[in-house]
């Protein structure tokens, strides 16, 4: 295939690339939308405590496994990891009314109690990028679990006020924001879509351009086409969820003063004593550093790192360096801490 084949089928082809979602998987637990998956293991023994990847909202899982040569639960998988998936699945009208609190009291915990059978251990680590680092990081703060024996949140902010474009963003729309969600119900995928690459500005526009410079690496074409696939394929936002994650989480910043509270539980971050390792992305300015490193200022662990890597938002999660500066990074600090863990007192 010649360079303008390449440029043709990275820019406007739209069938998903292929090695999109790959790695080899089964269903091990559903209930209604609620999936859970469990990478098939090769022929290493496992270690001893399993992972479980929790994505965010607004997204497909698939965000872990882009391609087999770029993959982290493929990278988990080769590592002996016993990896676990969490998918959501695809908001439709009927689910309007979820708010936080099915996924904080419900769905994630009820993929922590499916893990933990169908692994047939008693601890857990989770990893999260983005929404989906804060749904771990909620669970271990509000039921203080001794069961998740390690946390890694990826790209995932606690200081909403540090949030550059979104923080100013939702203070001007703050006065309109309930009757905008009022008349669109939940928040379409293509909507969440646009806003990100507006908000991702220059970043963008700089990826097109390295994929000219590199119309001849059929990996670099590959992996912009899985990239720019996900980022067209955003899923909607249930309305009452993105409401209150609007009012209470960004405009309120209550996470970080601990004033969330679900099903009469408070989420005090001060509760999260397991090993916390956080990622932030140098370059990101949809959760800069500034707004992610107040995750090991927060928690009440002696364990906790902050590591702030190359990669923009996307970058930091799935980017060129990510599996250097990122994924082999957190799974030499996970089998550290999962060689040997703690008995649950």
Known sequence: MDATSHAATALFHGAPPVG????????VFGRD????????PGTQPLLPVPVLLIPPLMVRPYIYDLQPAHSLLQTLRDAAVDTYVVDFGVPDPGDTNLRLDDYVL?????????????S????????????GGLFGLIHAATFADPRVRALVTIGSPV??????????GARLTAPVMDTVIDLVGNVPGGLSSLVFKLLSGPRLVRSYIDLLSHLDDPRRVQSFRAINHWINDMIPYPREAYRQMFHEVILGNRLRKNQLVFGGRRCDLGQVTCPVLAFA?????????AAVREVVQLVGSQDRQLVVAPGGH?????????PERVWRPMLKWLRQRMQNPPAIS
Request: net charge neutral; glycine share 8%; aromatic share 8%.
């Open 106 to 118: 419900d769905y994630v915990p009820t993929c922590i109690e499916q893990t933990l059978r169908h």
């Open 159 to 168: 200081n909403f006020r540090k949030m550059g474009a979104i923080t100013v």
């Open 281 to 289: 992305g140098e370059q990101d300015i949809i959760a800069p550093p």
């Open 33 to 40: 939308k609620l999936e859970l998956w469990r990478v098939l």
């Open 314 to 322: 996307i970058g930091v999660m799935a980017g060129h360096f990510a």
């Open 20 to 27: 999109l979602d790959a790695t080899p998987k089964v269903r």
């Open 120 to 131: 047939h251990q008693d601890g857990i680590a989770i990893v999260g990028y983005c929404m």
